[in-house]
């Protein structure tokens, strides 16, 4: 065969797969998940939705309405992402895609776009455990891709998670045209049909790995793995950079009837912060909550701990002072505050993320193998306090 009939061959055989994959996602139908009704979980707050909004009303956010204006301004940009926020519903579609709007359209340098921006299926198995099925990847502003294509058209239920760095303004599940989607009924990950979306949740507030940072898709951060595996709503109120015990979100967080509160925000904290804002920060959460489990995560050994010993120092001294705080507060009654000690002095055979620093992309930010072992770190921790 000439190089001129290859190089055409090619370039048909190419054109035809794209015109087969576009007239797939042409078929099908797009559904508006608002209008539906479908369970959307991972929402703490009850009053997220804003009035006279044009650009977003707050329906996939993770802040309440009322905290505009009166939480720091980078924290509130930051409760617009959707960490967290994922969509429950059931079909029998051989094909399942998605159409969403970003609020932002954000990107970054050390973080995949599927993560920041891109949406997550799961499907729910027979063994009764969540799967995954496959990832939407973003392609603009207003992006519209395929999960996955040819199964056999079996009735299932779907997980399906919103962005980690980017906000929603509007989202639709695309099914074939024959096809049905549904409420779900298995219960697992359904939040109540009624009052505080967020009742018996696990609610985790951080920093930039609590939100997702920098995982390859939403489904593998640490708390939406946790969150499967222990069949609970997990709210994620990870702010990047910021998550720095401000008092307005102790405040809000204490009003959440959740199941356990898990407080993993010391790599946003130096020693200043630590002294002066874990007091209030945690008696507030206990105080409202006093039946209810709060675990105060000490640092973890980040890899390059073991070469600077400078921060294993800063490190060593703010979990000192972490848990000086959680044993005082035990002492006045507080016997639901817990101290997890993550850093073990810092001895790396035993860090949370692995003992081969491989874990992360950038010595602090965590890939999917970070993640995965960090929830497996978390998760004795997790049931037993769930217990």
Not at 291 to 301: G, K, R
Not at 345 to 356: L, T
Request: hydrophobic share 40%.
């Amino acid at each position: 065969m000439k190089l001129l009939d290859f190089k055409i061959l090619v370039l048909a055989l190419l054109m035809a797969s794209f015109e087969a994959a576009g007239q797939k996602a042409s078929e099908l139908r797009y559904y508006d998940v608002r209008e539906l009704g479908l369970p959307v979980i991972g929402r703490g707050f009850a009053d997220c939705i804003r009035e006279n909004d044009t650009i977003s009303d707050g329906y996939y956010t993770r802040l309440p309405a009322s905290m505009q204006g009166n939480v720091r301004k980078a924290v509130w940009d930051l409760g617009q992402n959707s960490s967290g926020i994922a969509v429950r519903f059931r079909s029998d579609s051989r094909c399942i895609g998605a159409k969403w709007k970003l609020l932002n359209n954000f990107g970054m340098a050390h973080m995949a776009a599927t993560g920041v921006k891109g949406l997550d299926l799961y499907a729910l198995g027979d063994d009764i455990q969540w799967h995954f099925a496959g990832t939407a990847q973003p392609n603009g502003k207003v992006s519209c891709n395929i999960f996955i294509r040819k199964m056999d058209g079996n009735m299932r239920e779907y997980l399906m998670y919103l962005p980690l760095y980017d906000g929603v303004t509007s989202l639709e599940i695309g099914i074939d045209s024959t096809a049905t989607i549904l409420q779900p009924e298995n219960p697992s990950l359904i939040p109540p049909a009624a009052g505080n979306p967020a009742e018996g949740a696990i609610l985790v507030y951080g920093t930039s790995v609590t939100q997702g940072g920098c995982a390859s898709r939403p489904g593998m951060s640490f708390t939406s793995i946790l969150e499967r595996k222990l069949h609970r709503q997990t709210i994620n109120l990870g702010f990047s950079g910021n998550g720095r015990m401000d008092g307005v979100i102790a405040e809000a967080i204490a009003g959440v009837p959740a199941s356990v509160f898990v407080i993993d925000c010391l790599a946003n904290c130096d020693y200043d912060i630590v002294r002066d804002s874990t007091e209030y920060f945690i008696r507030t959460i206990a105080e409202a909550n006093p039946e209810t489990p709060v675990l105060m995560l000490s640092n973890y050994c980040y890899p390059y701990h073991w070469l600077d010993a400078q921060f294993r120092e800063d490190a060593a001294r703010e979990n000192a002072l972490w848990k000086e705080f959680c044993d005082r507060l035990r002492k006045e009654g507080y016997k639901n505050i817990r101290y997890i000690d993550l850093y073990s002095e810092c001895d790396m055979k035993k860090s949370a993320i692995g003992p081969d620093h491989e874990g992360t992309v950038d010595g602090v930010h965590m890939t999917d193998l970070g993640f995965l072992r960090y929830a497996q770190a978390l998760l004795p921790y997790l049931e037993k306090a769930l217990k």
